[in-house]
């Protein structure tokens, strides 16, 4: 597929836009797993994902600061940019997808001792296996509450009518 003009002028976002992506959603993983795995594997998929949220704000700081140059008002741009981001991630890509399927297999795994009497083993493997495959199913809609959520809360204080997160 030939680039358009339009993505010819479109610079490449490591976070958004390549396979660095994925290691946001490294604690959904983590807890899709969380009925086989020790805790400790657990929290360390939260440790993975948390390290990507603050390398994209990082990320977006730089590139704020970049773009204001030595502009009046550049400090709270790259504030903005950084706050934004972080909160953004934070919300879109651990703590709520986190809880989510953290809820889903905590149910399934429920549901799956009292209506089936498969053994403890193949119960935690098909819990896993649901966690996973809900995960594909969730990203949008959260992502797109979380937008709400910032456009009505967070972004009216500092006028944030700036760059949806894709």
């Known amino acids: 597929m030939k680039p358009t003009p339009e993505d010819e002028g479109k610079k490449v976002d490591i976070y ?15 807890e899709a ?13 939260y440790a993975v994902a948390m390290t990507y949220v603050s ?5 977006k700081g730089k590139k704020a600061a970049a773009a204001h140059g030595d502009n009046p008002g550049k400090t709270t741009r790259i504030a903005v940019a950084v706050v934004d981001t972080f909160v953004w991630q934070a919300l879109a890509s651990v703590a709520i997808p986190g809880f989510t399927i953290n809820r889903v297999c ?6 799956l001792s009292k209506t089936t009497r498969w053994p403890l083993p193949m119960r935690k493997w098909t819990t896993t296996a649901i966690g996973l495959s809900t995960i594909p199913f969730i990203i949008t809609p959260i992502d797109r509450s979380v937008d709400f959520l910032l456009d009505s809360s967070l972004r009216k204080v500092y006028g944030g009518g700036g760059e949806k997160h894709e």
């Open 16 to 30: 958004r836009d390549t396979w660095v992506r994925f290691l946001g959603y490294a604690n959904e993983v983590g």
């Open 55 to 59: 390398a994209d704000a990082v990320d």
């Open 33 to 45: 797993f969380r009925a086989l795995v020790p805790v400790s594997m657990v929290w360390a998929s």
């Open 106 to 111: 905590a149910a399934s795994l429920y549901l």
